[in-house]
């Protein structure tokens, strides 16, 4: 949420901005004003020691943001974003019975990891841009897309990974 009020700030700041500029013709520097108070912030935080990316630091399965954290199969994610952060996302432990069909993973300005069991029959479809994606066979892929299939995979049994990754990193290993 920290995240977001910043940005809506900023969007209404310039909504603003433009308005007064059209309507009455007054010329206010919203983003020299905006970016005076950020760098009066900045060094509120020096001199207090006020933590503001533990303020706006969220972790949980789905959503891993200015933070580091790890996962198993038991929290149950389907769909998973990784910004500004680092995540591991343990899949070892499944097995093909109790495997989720789908897997979605996003990561920007971070890193992630995917540890899936040796035996899991997977399809991996990877998109990068500015990236660095590693897959289990050792191919990888900066920009583009890159696509692994175990041979045992079918669409009925297997796992399907897509992953977004853009100016970070996304690791997908096998474990036993």
């Known amino acids: 949420m920290g ?24 010329d206010i520097p919203v983003f020299k004003i905006f970016f005076a108070l950020l760098l009066v912030a900045v060094g509120i935080q020096m001199l207090v020691g006020f933590k503001w990316h533990k303020t706006f630091a969220c972790s949980n399965p789905r959503e891993v943001i200015f933070s580091e954290a ?15 952060s680092s995540a591991v996302y343990d899949f070892s432990m499944l097995t093909p019975e109790n495997l989720p069909r789908r897997l979605e993973l996003n ?5 992630s990891l995917i540890k899936i069991n040796k035996n899991t029959p997977v ?34 049994t297997g796992l ?17």
């Open 123 to 156: 399809q991996i479809k990877a998109d990068g841009a500015f990236a660095g994606i590693i897959l289990p066979n050792g191919n990888t892929s900066s920009f583009g897309n890159a696509l692994y299939q175990s041979p045992d995979y079918s669409p009925e």
């Open 3 to 26: 995240l977001g009020l910043i940005f809506g700030s900023l969007l209404l700041l310039a909504g603003v901005g433009i308005i007064v500029k059209v309507v009455f013709n007054l």
């Open 107 to 111: 990561t920007v300005f971070g890193s």
């Open 70 to 84: 790890t996962f198993d199969a038991s929290h149950g994610v389907n769909e998973a974003n990784v910004v500004f």
């Open 160 to 176: 399907t990974i897509k992953l977004s990754t853009v100016f970070a990193e996304t690791r997908v290993v096998f474990v036993e």
